[in-house]
Every structure is written in C-alpha cells, then in structure tokens.
C-alpha cells in the first residue's frame, strides 16, 4: 500500500496486522481521487474511520489544506501515527483517537466545518445515512460539501433530502457512493440504488 498521487507519492503506507481494518486498495483509491480530484485542492478533510489514514493522506498528498482522522483501535492509530511520520504530512494532519460519536461531539465544540468527509466504516455497520445526518445536525460539513461513503455492494447509505446522493461506483463487492448538499430540506428517507 502506498500514496498514489501528489507531493508523497510512492510512499510506502503501514497497516495494522489482522483483520479489524480493511484498508481501500490502492486500484479503488486511485479511482476514487481521479473523480474528486476537483474537489481536493485546499479541502479540509475529515476522515471518521481512518483505519490506516490512507484516505486523508493521499488528498493532503494531493493539496488538502488539513485532514482530521478519527478511529477507535489502537493498532490503526498506531499506524497511523506511523504513515503521518513516514509520508511527512503530519503538520497538515491531526488524529483523534476516539471513535465517531466523540469524534464528531469533539469537533462540533469546536465548530469544525469540512468540505471533504470519508467514511469507510465496517461492513457490519449500516447506519452510513445516519453517520450523514448526524455531521450535518451537528454542523460539521461546509456550504458545499462530499461525502464518500464506501460500503459493501447493495449496502448505499439511506440518506434524506438533505443530501443528493449523484453517484456510486462499483469495486467488486465494494461500492462508493458520492453525496452532496440535496436541493430539498425535507425529513423523509430517500433510499438511494442502481447506477446513477
């Protein structure tokens, strides 16, 4: 696993031995950033489940202002600590080792605003729609936003009119969808499927 692309590429990435962090191939994080590659340049970033920080590293790699990586295992934080260091990004990059709700409680105290989030929880979790709402509620995300959700295939975040779900792409059992701010306020669930 390495950076892809931007001012640390080819550097190599550490993840924690085992299974408890699925870091995204290096084939899906390419592709991933060939689609938000406008969206990138001076983005704060926010990566709710950062695993190995692969994610949050290869967009300050490519010209994120700042990322914040939040996970709850130590392995992970560790790791991450490890790949700050090694892709020398980690003046442009903060950790909380907390798991999502602390997280989010934290940064929303702080009155935190990202134009860019992540999230790449684990599979078992399908609660991706209200990780969604809960950044929004609390403040958290910019006027104009992404959010990235990966998830397993067939498992799209359930998502209300706030956001406007334009995308999802599919990697094998993976699928990414691409969110952003929805042109309705409305408080219903709107399911999002299929290929848009």
Not at 64 to 84: F, L, T
Not at 110 to 133: H, S, W
């Amino acid at each position: 696993m390495r950076i892809i692309g931007g001012t640390a590429r080819g550097r190599t990435l550490t993840a924690p031995a085992g299974a408890r962090t699925r870091p995204t191939q290096d084939y899906v994080r390419e592709s991933l950033f060939n689609i938000i590659r406008w969206d990138i340049a001076d983005a704060r970033v926010l990566d709710l489940f950062a695993g190995t920080g692969a994610l949050s590293l290869e967009a300050v790699s490519r010209g994120a202002a700042s990322a914040v990586m939040a996970d709850m295992d130590r392995a992970a934080c560790a790791a991450i600590e490890k790949n700050m260091e090694s892709t020398r990004l980690g003046g442009k990059c903060r950790l909380i080792p907390r798991d999502y709700r602390a997280a989010m409680d934290l940064l929303a105290r702080e009155r935190q605003r990202f134009d860019v989030v992540f999230l790449d929880p684990p599979y078992k979790m399908e609660n991706t729609g209200e990780i969604c709402a809960a950044l929004y509620d609390k403040g958290l995300l910019a006027g104009e936003f992404l959010i990235v959700v990966e998830h397993r295939r067939g498992m799209a975040p359930l998502l209300d009119a706030r956001f406007e779900a334009f995308d999802i792409r599919r990697y094998g059992d993976t699928e990414i969808t691409f969110a952003r701010r929805g042109k309705g306020d409305g408080d219903g669930d709107a399911a999002v499927s299929g290929e848009l």
